[in-house]
């Protein structure tokens, strides 16, 4: 696999061209890349020149027909000066399997000026017009979590976006505590996304189990009643699944758990399909794949399940 490939679905592949955003999320789900090594987090990094990584992605790609959908992020496209990006992206258009292409950019709503520049807009104008010409769909994924967000200037960018001939803005945002986990709260942001600025409201990820996360995260039992809450509401089109980005498996839509202990809160998960990491696992589509509440949801019975298993781990390795 070329450095900066990620491939966790049969036939997706995630390319993160570059490890900076102008904007660093405390929740970034990203956070083992993007941005300079922490106290908390020892970062990776990328090591070949920019160049050479994408023409190494790209050969990679070239050889994989198979890969059909490719996510172009990072960090973000925004920070890839825009001849470079575009070069790429022409290049990608070149290959026959590709048939999806999603910009993944939280800049449009963090610096969306760099979205209305005249070069970006008539440079995206071209990749536009060969991907419609190759009946390749091209969109542009941002991230909004919450209604005031969505500025006129965000929704200006979004439109210069569609007038481009981009096919969809869409926004995948993240589900986070006293920010957007009220029904009120996330049906006024996806309003605003649908009818102010022409953004799709397309997922709402559960917040992962990252360093210094843990108050934003909601429980499995609160992100379904959430999803139940907000039917009804919007366009089936326009109205956003909340899923769950399990580890090994990927996204999960909250009510695919297979089996949850609410008392202990660990939710249980399957998988339909293998990658390459678990090409030789005999057991990797029967295994049950664990993610977790975060404590602050439990009732003291399950605080008090937890803390047993701290203590006696501590007293093996004491022993």
């Not at 890349?33 to 020149?49: H, I, N, Y």
């Not at 091209?138 to 967000?149: D, E, G, K, M, R």
């Not at 009510?255 to 005999?282: F, M, S």
Request: aromatic content about 8%; proline content about 6%.
């Amino acid at each position: 696999m070329a450095e900066g490939l990620t491939r966790r679905y049969p036939t997706k592949v995630l390319a993160e061209l570059v490890a900076t955003c102008p904007q660093y999320c405390g929740h970034c789900t990203r956070m083992d890349l993007v941005g300079g090594s922490t106290p908390s987090v020892d970062k990776q990094r990328l090591t070949l020149r920019p160049a050479d990584r994408q023409e190494a992605v790209l050969d990679h790609l070239r050889r994989t027909p198979s890969v059909r959908d490719v996510v172009v992020s990072g960090g973000d496209v925004a920070n890839v000066p825009w001849p470079r990006l575009e070069s790429f992206l022409l290049r990608l258009l070149e290959i026959d399997s590709v048939r999806d292409i999603r910009l993944a950019s939280k800049a449009l709503v963090g610096l969306p000026q760099h979205w209305l520049q005249p070069q970006v807009v008539s440079g995206l104008e071209n990749v536009a017009d060969v991907a419609a010409r190759r009946g390749v769909h091209l969109a542009v994924h941002t991230h909004a979590n919450h209604v005031q967000s969505v500025t006129p200037l965000v929704a200006e960018a979004a439109r210069a976006l569609l007038d481009a001939g981009v096919r969809d803005v869409r926004n995948q945002g993240v589900l986070m505590r006293e920010v957007n986990d009220s029904t009120a709260a996330l049906l006024d942001l996806c309003f605003a996304l649908q009818d102010e600025a022409g953004i799709l409201p397309y997922y709402f990820y559960m917040c992962d189990m990252v360093p210094g996360a843990e108050h934003w995260r909601t429980s499995l039992a609160e992100a379904q009643d959430l999803q139940h809450a907000i039917m009804g509401y919007l366009p089936g089109y326009a109205t956003p699944r909340i899923v769950c980005d399990v580890p090994y498996v990927g996204k999960r839509w909250v009510h695919q758990a297979v089996e949850y202990d609410r008392e202990r809160g660990i939710w249980y998960w399957t998988k339909n399909y293998r990658t390459g990491i678990e090409l030789d696992d005999p057991d990797a589509l029967t295994r049950r794949y664990p993610f977790y509440d975060p404590l602050s949801t439990l009732l003291e019975s399950g605080w008090r399940w937890w803390e047993r298993q701290v203590t006696a781990r501590e007293g093996q390795a004491c022993a």
